[in-house]
T-cell receptor, first 114, second 116 residues
Framework: DAGVIQSPRHEVTEMGQEVTLRCKPI?????LFWYRQTMMRGLELLIY????????DSGMPEDRFSAKMPNASFSTLKIQPSEPRDSAVYFC????????????FGQGTRLTVV | AQSVTQLGSHVSVSEGALVLLRCNYS??????LFWYVQYPNQGLQLLLK??????LVKGINGFEAEFKKSETSFHLTKPSAHMSDAAEYFC??????????????FGQGTTLQVKP
């Protein structure tokens, strides 16, 4: 298995532009998580899906952020419009249902908004 | 709600010395606990996990952690540090919410520096 695949690995965009981050979870996993990592705030859970349904989006910073999971093998995190304070590394992770199962992380997307 | 506290954002040890990274958790029910490692410019990789079986858990790369309910702790140790252990380490607890999806709550992370 190739693991969780995220694209792009790096993204540099100008303030005000739309940014779309992509994630392909591990085949067979039914939970998917989007995390944001910054020096100031550490790892923050933005949103997670179970069986393609958003369960908890309370971590999404504001309406500029949206996430979708149209099928079991694909998810997107969109920021529109982007702002410099959105600069961070965004991680996608997936897991099988269950409390004792670990989440598997992608390599992350490093977003820089200038 | 579950939470995790990692004591010490930076830990520095000499090569060959004992590594001890501290993690305390808060949970009203028996927790599931995890340690992850993050190397520079990489994603998080699982080191080990506690799932209510043996209280001493052995993981990869010579790391182990002991679950101590009385102290609500899950400290990570390694007898002898290697230069390649330099990384950031995260403790996490599985959130036992009604959705039962295994959402992980992470600590703030501890950066381990290994000096030659």
């Amino acid at each position: 298995d190739a693991g969780v695949i995220q694209s792009p690995r790096h993204e540099v965009t100008e303030m005000g532009q739309e940014v779309t981050l992509r994630c392909k979870p591990i085949s067979g996993h039914n939970s998917l998580f989007w995390y944001r990592q910054t020096m100031m705030r550490g790892l923050e859970l933005l949103i997670y899906f179970n069986n393609n349904v958003p369960i908890d989006d309370s971590g999404m910073p504001e309406d500029r952020f949206s996430a979708k999971m149209p099928n079991a093998s694909f998810s997107t995190l969109k920021i529109q419009p982007s702002e410099p304070r959105d600069s961070a590394v965004y991680f996608c992770a997936s897991s099988l249902n269950g409390l004792n199962t670990e989440a598997f992380f992608g390599q992350g997307t490093r977003l820089t908004v200038v | 709600a579950q939470s995790v506290t990692q004591l010490g954002s930076h830990v520095s040890v000499s090569e060959g010395a004992l590594v001890l990274l501290r993690c305390n958790y808060s949970s009203s029910v028996p927790p599931y606990l995890f340690w992850y490692v993050q190397y520079p410019n990489q994603g998080l990789q699982l080191l080990l996990k506690y799932t209510s079986a043996a209280t001493l858990v052995k993981g990869i790369n010579g790391f182990e952690a002991e679950f101590k309910k009385s102290e609500t702790s899950f400290h990570l140790t390694k007898p002898s540090a290697h230069m390649s252990d330099a990384a950031e380490y995260f403790c996490a607890v599985s959130d036992k919410g009604s959705s039962n999806t295994g959402k992980l709550i992470f600590g703030q992370g501890t950066t381990l520096q290994v000096k030659p």
